[in-house]
């Protein structure tokens, strides 16, 4: 009985020795036949009580072999069989066939812009100062002279965060003038370009988010000329040579004096068009000597520092150049829109 279930454990290590099994299917018969839950090595591991004491070890032994066997061949011809399968899948491959036509990006407008106000200004020694968009109440309205009861600082009209007492999306990148000032000592000649954002009602002409170009240049002696000149600069770089500039008085609580400047209309020649809305002119940023108080809110003295800033909003900007009517059309991601800027640069 013994020797029988010896040779018998033999004929089936002998059985894995020869198998070869080459598709997946026969893969899978070996796999239950010797290593699944009925294996034909079970039954004779449970004849082993018929074995006398002193072969009980080798028979166990053997049955062991045999078991190892089994799994070292089903690992090898598992991992053969499934490169002859993707070898199989390479040889049905076309590779002269011609290859699918490359999707080119394109660059949003928005940046585009963006990027086209940064490059004038950086001609003239403005460097980029980029800062967050989650503010706290200081930066955003009480260092830039804005009261409590200032209308902006509403929940009407400013994000608070809900979880964050004192925490806010800033309403414009002024805040970067003070985030700028409160670590750095004049000279200072910064243009900050980023996303602001207003609890506005979403319409073809206002968003809850946009985007702005703030900029702020302080050293001794800086004046309200110096501003008009590097706006006049700018507009005329970014519309056309032949555009003209307008300052209004207007006002700001961080700025004195204050303007909102225009330029003629580069679209009709100033001529009158729904564009400028038949008076010529169109808006583009507001402006300002900075208010003293800013300066020494932020630890710069303003007896002998002074300075000029400015804000402009990129999208008005971008729909004047690009024809655009409507400002909802930036930020929804619609490629029939978004592709039609290939060629901008
Ligand atoms: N922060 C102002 C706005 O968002 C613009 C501005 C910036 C005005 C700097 C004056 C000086 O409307």
Known sequence: MSAQL???????????????????????AFRIRYLGGKNVLKPLMGQI??????????????????????????????????????????QNLDLTAPPEPLELGAMHPLTTTLNRIVRIFERIGFSVAEEREIEDDWHNFTAMNTPEDHPARDMQDTYYLRDVPGMLLRTHTSSVQARVMTTQQPPLRIIAPGRVYRNET????????????EGLYVDEGVSFADLKQTLLYFARQMFGQHVRIRLR????????????????????????????????????????MVDPAVLENCGIDAKRYSGYAFGMGIERQAMLLYGIN????????????????????
């Open 202 to 213: 979403i319409s073809a002409r206002a968003h809850c988010q946009f985007h702005q170009v």
């Open 6 to 28: 010896f040779d018998q454990a033999q004929a089936i290590i002998a059985e894995i020795e020869a198998a070869e099994p080459s598709t997946p299917e026969e893969l899978e």
């Open 326 to 345: 409507d400002i909802r059309l930036f930020f929804e991601n619609d490629l029939r829109f978004l592709q039609q800027f290939r060629a901008a640069f």
């Open 249 to 288: 008085p207007s006002y700001f609580p961080f700025t004195e004096p204050s303007a909102e400047m225009d330029v003629s209309c580069f679209i009709c020649d100033a001529k009158g068009c729904n564009i400028c809305k038949y008076t010529g002119w169109v808006e583009i940023l507001g402006c300002g």
């Open 49 to 90: 009580r018929h074995i006398p004491n002193e072969q009980k070890k080798s028979y166990g032994q053997l049955i062991n072999k045999a078991k190892q066997l089994a799994a070292q061949k089903y690992q090898a011809l598992k991992e053969k069989i499934a490169r002859t399968a993707e070898q199989a899948e390479g």
